[in-house]
C-alpha cells in the first residue's frame, strides 16, 4: 500500500469511528463528502426527486447501520451499496420494465450482424487509433453517450452504474438485483454492445 | 475453433478476465486468426474506457438536498441511543388515544379464540396485535396460527433462515410492524447486533450459510419480482444443496409474511408498544 493510500484509509477509520459515536459534524463531512456518489447510484434506477428523497433515508439509516461496517469494502462503496438497496425498493413500486432476455448474450443491434452459420456477415470495421480521449473530445458523441446510457434497460443502466463506475462486489450487485452472477454478466455485456453499437453508428454517420 | 458469433458472445467475459483457461485459450486462438473479432473487441474495450470516463460517479449535490438531510440527521441524531422509530409513521399503540384505524381484539369470551390465544402465549409468551387482529374473525385466526406453527415452529428450514425471510420480505413491502418482531426475533436466536445492522442496511445475510443465502435471495426475488423472476435462481438454490422441498417452505414463508404485511399495513395495524425500541 502507497503512503498516500495508507494515510486514506486511517483517515477513514477516524471518520467511521466519529460516525459511530454519532458525531453531527462528521456526519456532516459525509454527506459533503459521500453523497455525490450515492445520488449517482440511486439516479441510475430512479427519477432525480425520488433518488433524493432515497440518499436522504439512507443517511438517516446509517446512524443505526454504521455498527455494522467491517471496513472489507471503501466506506463509499458501502454507503452506494445500501443506497442501491433501498433504491431497487423503491424502483419495484413505480414501474416494472421489461426483461432483459437473459438467455441471448448478444444484444439485438449486434445478433442480425451475423449468419445463420455464425459468421460475422456484417463485421465490424477497424476503430482506428482513436482513443476514448479523441472520441470524447467530441461534444456531440458525448450527448448522444449521455441520452443512450439514460435509455438503457433499468438493470443494465444500473448494473453499469454499481459494477463498473462505482466497483461494487459482484456479489451485493447480484443480491440487490436479485440476479445470478451469469444474468449479471450478460447485463453487463448487453449494455456494452449496446453503447458499442451506438458508438460505431456515431463514427459511421456522425449522427446520434 | 470458436465461431464469430460464440467469441462475440464471450468478449465481455474476455476483457474483464472472467473466463477459464480453457475459454480463454480458445478465444485468443480465434482472435489471431480473425480480424473482425480483433475489432469488436478493440471497440469495446474502447467503449469500456468511454463510459469508465464519461458517466459521472458523483451527482451534483443540489443545496436544497444537502439542507434537508442535515436537519434529517440533526433531528435523528438529537433524539439520543437508537430509539424512536425512524420514519415516525407507524402506529404504535397507546394509552393517550391516538388510536390506529382497526383495534387487535382484548377482551373475548369466545372459546375457540381463547383456547387459540392459550397456545400462542405458550410458543410467544404474549398475543401480538397480529393475531389479536384476526381474532375478530376466528376461522381466519385458526388459520393464520396454524400457518406460523408449521411454517415457523416446525419444518427443515433453519428458525435463523425463517426469521431473515419474514423480515427481509417485510422491509421490501414496507410493514415495519413485521419488520420490528422479526429483528427481535434474530436477535433471540443470537444474531450479533452488527451483523443484523449489516443486513438490514445492505441485505447481507452474514449469519447464513450459503444454501440459506441462496434460499433467502429466491425467497426474496419471488416477493418483489414474481413476474420477472431469472429461472436460474432456482437452479443456483438447487446447485447450493437446498431440496425442492426446502425451496418451497422458503417461498411458503414468503407467502406468509407478505400476507401477513398486507394484512397488517392496510388495517394500520398498532406494533405494541413494548416493541417499538425495536424499530
Same mark, same amino acid.
Given at each position: ?54 440518499? !436522504?433515508? $439512507? ?7 454504521? @455498527? ?5 469494502? *471503501? %466506506? =463509499?462503496?458501502? #454507503? ?41 456477415? !456484417?463485421? $465490424? ?7 476514448? @480521449? ?5 461534444? *456531440? %458523441? =458525448?450527448?448522444? #453517450? ?63 | ?279
Amino acid at each position: 500500500m502507497s503512503e498516500d493510500m495508507e494515510q486514506a484509509a486511517t483517515e477513514e477509520q477516524h471518520l467511521v469511528g466519529r460516525l459511530r459515536q454519532r458525531d453531527a459534524s462528521a456526519y456532516h463531512e459525509a454527506v459533503q463528502r459521500f453523497s455525490g456518489s450515492m445520488l449517482a447510484t440511486a439516479r441510475s434506477m430512479l427519477d432525480p426527486a425520488t433518488a433524493e428523497d432515497v440518499v !436522504q433515508e $439512507t443517511w438517516v439509516a446509517v446512524i443505526d447501520a454504521i @455498527d455494522g461496517f467491517e471496513g472489507r469494502s *471503501a %466506506l =463509499k462503496t458501502w #454507503l452506494c451499496t445500501i443506497t442501491a438497496n433501498r433504491a431497487r425498493n423503491r424502483l419495484r413500486k413505480s414501474n416494472r420494465e421489461t426483461l432483459t432476455d437473459f438467455q441471448s448474450p448478444l444484444d439485438p443491434s449486434l445478433e442480425r450482424r451475423f449468419n445463420e452459420g455464425g459468421s460475422w456477415a !456484417q463485421p $465490424t470495421p477497424p476503430w482506428g487509433s482513436e482513443s476514448a @480521449d479523441e472520441l470524447l473530445s467530441n461534444e *456531440a %458523441l =458525448k450527448e448522444c #453517450l449521455d441520452k443512450h446510457f439514460e435509455a438503457l434497460p433499468e438493470t443494465q443502466r444500473s448494473v453499469l452504474m454499481m459494477r463498473e463506475i462505482q466497483q461494487m462486489e459482484a456479489d451485493d450487485v447480484c443480491r440487490i438485483l436479485g440476479l445470478s452472477s451469469a444474468n449479471l454478466r450478460v447485463s453487463l455485456h448487453r449494455a456494452r454492445q449496446k453503447l458499442f453499437t451506438m458508438i460505431e453508428g456515431f463514427r459511421e454517420t456522425g449522427e446520434c | 475453433m470458436l465461431k464469430c458469433h460464440e467469441v462475440t458472445a464471450l468478449a465481455s467475459d474476455w476483457l474483464d478476465g472472467e473466463l477459464t483457461v480453457g475459454q480463454r485459450m480458445k478465444v485468443r486462438l480465434h482472435l489471431m486468426m480473425c480480424r473482425h473479432c480483433r475489432n469488436l473487441v478493440d471497440g469495446l474495450a474502447t467503449t469500456q474506457r468511454i463510459l469508465g470516463q464519461r458517466v459521472e460517479s458523483e451527482a451534483a449535490i443540489p443545496d436544497q438536498f444537502l439542507q434537508r438531510t442535515t436537519s434529517a440527521l440533526e433531528a435523528r441524531l438529537s433524539e439520543g441511543a437508537s430509539q424512536g422509530p425512524p420514519n415516525g409513521n407507524i402506529a404504535v399503540s397507546d394509552a393517550a388515544g391516538n388510536d390506529p384505524a382497526f383495534h387487535p381484539l382484548q377482551e373475548t369470551s369466545d372459546d375457540r379464540v381463547l383456547a387459540i390465544f392459550d397456545e400462542i402465549r405458550q410458543k410467544e409468551g404474549y398475543v401480538p396485535n397480529l393475531f389479536r387482529t384476526y381474532a375478530h374473525n376466528p376461522d381466519l385466526l385458526e388459520q393464520a396460527w396454524s400457518r406460523v406453527k408449521s411454517l415457523m415452529y416446525n419444518g427443515q428450514l433453519s428458525p435463523r433462515l425463517k426469521n431473515a425471510i419474514a423480515t427481509i420480505v417485510s422491509q421490501d413491502n414496507g410493514c415495519d410492524y413485521c419488520v420490528a418482531h422479526h429483528k427481535r426475533m434474530l436477535k433471540t436466536l443470537g444474531v450479533e447486533p452488527s451483523d443484523l445492522s449489516t443486513f438490514m442496511a445492505t441485505s447481507e445475510p452474514v449469519f447464513l450459510g450459503p444454501m440459506d443465502a441462496a434460499l433467502l435471495q429466491l425467497a426474496r426475488e419471488a416477493n418483489r419480482n414474481p413476474h420477472g423472476m431469472p429461472p436460474d435462481l432456482i437452479a443456483n438454490t438447487r446447485a447450493a444443496g437446498a431440496s425442492d422441498s426446502a425451496v418451497m417452505e422458503a417461498i411458503g414463508v414468503m407467502e406468509l409474511y407478505s400476507s401477513f404485511n398486507r394484512m397488517l399495513d392496510s388495517l394500520n395495524v398498532a406494533l405494541e408498544p413494548e416493541m417499538a425500541s425495536e424499530l
